[in-house]
């Protein structure tokens, strides 16, 4: 039995939908904006002692040089412009504006709403990562396998 995460699997369900991302970026992304979206506001600007002295509390505050957003943000503008599409098709799809018999139309509006401002986009977005997972799980594609291996 493949793996929901196969590359060369299709979706489980009726829509014919066809992603140009791999669902493992999908939930490598989704990982890292949970990780994002656990940061809470930041509690010292400036913080000047030892990170272990203040219990590293400064990684779990929101701080402008945040490595989780530098790589989010490195890993999806190094995506393609139809793998950046995907995402933001699979973010309205979660956010279930749309059903997954409508993924060709949810694509296409994505495609016209394509700029260079993905990553400020989808990081703008409270709970991408849910929007993410459910879209992704509307078009029979799974998580589950790829968090277990990362773990």
């Known amino acids: 039995m493949p793996s929901p995460l196969d590359k060369s699997q299709g979706p489980s369900d009726e829509s014919g939908a066809t992603l140009t991302i791999s669902p493992e970026k999908v939930c490598y992304i989704i990982i890292k904006a949970r990780e994002f979206d656990a940061k809470d506001a930041v509690t010292e600007p400036d913080p000047g002692s030892n990170p272990s002295d203040d219990q590293d509390a400064a990684v779990l505050e929101d701080h402008e040089d945040d490595p989780v957003v530098e790589e989010l943000t490195s890993f999806i503008d190094s995506l393609s412009e139809d793998e950046q599409i995907d995402l933001v098709a699979l973010t ?14 949810v694509r296409e509006e994505a495609a016209r709403a394509h700029n260079e401002r993905t990553v400020e986009y989808l990081l703008g977005i409270p709970q991408v990562s849910d929007f993410l997972e459910e879209g992704l799980s509307m078009l029979g594609y799974s998580c589950e396998d790829f968090e277990i291996n990362r773990l």
């Open 92 to 105: 309205w799809l979660g956010r279930e504006d749309y059903t997954a018999a409508d993924w060709d139309t």
